[in-house]
């Protein structure tokens, strides 16, 4: 791992400094977003995507999960622009589009239910592709 990141940091120091466009190819989400400011989908030489990583999760439709760990176990937390997702004992889980702030989904979380901590996980980069792949193959006829 210490190879990989001086590799990431010679790539970003030579970006920044010289002003050199870098071409990676990867599949590393980190590689991704440590390093690049723009994203590029290629799929048997056909361009899926061409722009920001915010945008990769607009066009994949992703959703960003809000990990609610409560006081006591309860029903099912209910509230505007989240989806419930499950729940093991006082942990539940909420899952909302990618392209949205947490922030209203947790302060209406916050405000109606007993909160010991709460996280935000971002999507995954491969889930999102694997998407658009499904999505371009439903389009195309395929099954």
């Known amino acids: 791992m210490v190879s990989k990141a001086k590799v990431r940091e010679f790539l970003k120091d030579l970006n920044e400094e010289r002003g050199t466009t870098v071409l990676l190819t ?19 030489g056909r361009l899926m995507y061409d722009g920001e990583l915010s945008g990769l999760h607009a ?18 937390i209910e509230v505007p622009g989240a989806r419930f997702v499950r729940a093991e004992g006082p942990r539940q889980w909420l899952a909302f589009p990618a392209t ?33 792949y499904g999505e371009l193959g439903r389009s195309a006829g395929s099954p």
Do not use: F, N, W, Y
């Open 26 to 44: 990867t599949h590393d989400l980190t590689d991704i977003e440590q390093l690049c400011s723009r994203v590029m989908v290629i799929d048997h």
């Open 59 to 76: 066009v994949g439709e992703s959703e960003r999960l809000l990990v609610v760990d409560l006081e006591r176990e309860l029903p099912p």
């Open 100 to 132: 949205d702030s947490a922030a209203p989904l947790v302060a209406a979380v916050a405000a109606a239910h007993p909160l010991v901590d709460l996280s935000v996980r971002e999507p995954d980069i491969e889930a999102v592709i694997a998407k658009m």
